[in-house]
Nanobody, 119 residues
């Protein structure tokens, strides 16, 4: 079993910054990819950013130039640095981890961390 835990959310003023962390633990042969998704009130869950095992990245247009995703392979951890935050960034942010196991590939989700951008 693989457990995924996010942290770093909170309340921040517009223009402020937050750094989210996501750590995976359990039986892991290797991590194929990790990513961040978010779900705002009244909206469907959407991609924020992903990073592959080769550190290739993909960003949604909404976060380009403001968000940076990175990973620490040795610690099975992924980060999301969010700068110049806007009220529309308010959402629950979820971490997704795709792991390689003896059975193949499986994906896991964290419980989410709340990010609120407000004056």
């Amino acid at each position: 079993q693989v457990h995924v835990v996010e942290s770093g959310g909170g309340l921040v003023q517009p223009g402020g910054s937050l750094r989210l962390s996501c750590a995976a633990s359990g039986t892991i042969f290797s991590i194929h990819a990790m990513g961040w998704y978010r779900q705002a009130p009244g909206k469907q869950r959407e991609l924020v950013a992903t990073i592959t095992t080769t550190s290739g990245t993909n960003y949604a247009d909404s976060g380009k130039g403001r968000f940076t995703i990175s990973r620490d392979n040795a610690r099975n951890t992924v980060y999301l640095q969010m700068n110049s935050l806007k009220p529309e960034d308010t959402a629950v942010y979820y971490c997704n981890v795709i792991v390689v196991t003896t059975r193949g590939r499986d994906d896991y989700w964290g419980q989410g961390t709340q990010v609120t951008v407000s004056s």
